[in-house]
């Protein structure tokens, strides 16, 4: 990065950005202004989204929460992914190379899932809740034991962030 980018990510303007791409608040006008800056500041560098994804399981033994991301944090970042798992057991980390990641990534960018589905409510069971964050772009969907029709993909994308916990966690989860 250069001292002009360093400075732009290391300034307000760059934490709301930040803010923005961890998909804490939509995008401002400011966020895009940035991005334009730092478009100036790249030199030919490729500015590549960062992918964020978030599964939240409510079951009676409680909350477990499964988040695979790019690793950005200082320092040095490692080269593929996050993956961390918070359960009723504690709290898991493991870095994940982007070829363990790479079809997963593959089936979320190419799922159609409608806009809107009419999901089945309860009190007891398992609820979930999955985010998408790539970029400026994030969906939420939230469901309770089984997606509506037009939302089967996630079931696929619950099922094998699960499993990537279980690899990190060692510990079986709802």
């Not at 979930?128 to 029709?149: D, Q, R, V």
């Amino acid at each position: 990065m250069t001292p002009q980018g360093k400075k732009i990510w290391n300034s307000p303007a760059g934490a709301s950005l930040m803010d923005t791409m961890l998909g804490e608040k939509p995008m401002s006008d400011q966020d895009k202004a940035t991005v334009q800056e730092l478009v100036k500041t790249s030199h030919g560098i490729e500015l590549r989204p960062l992918i964020d994804l978030t599964l939240r399981v409510n079951a009676r033994g409680g909350t477990t929460v499964i988040r695979l991301s790019k690793d950005t944090g200082p320092p040095p970042p490692h080269a593929g992914f996050v993956c961390a798992v918070a359960c009723r057991s504690g709290e898991y980390r493991a870095n994940i190379p982007d070829s363990d990641v790479d079809e997963l990534l593959r089936f979320v960018r190419s799922a159609t899932i409608s806009a809107a589905g009419a999901c089945a409510e309860g009190l007891d069971g398992v609820s979930y809740e999955l985010s998408i964050n790539e970029g400026f772009a994030h969906a939420t969907y939230g469901w309770w034991m089984k997606p509506a029709s037009g939302w089967t993909p996630l079931t696929e994308i619950a099922s094998r962030l699960l499993n990537l916990g279980f690899q990190v966690s060692g510990q079986y989860l709802p």
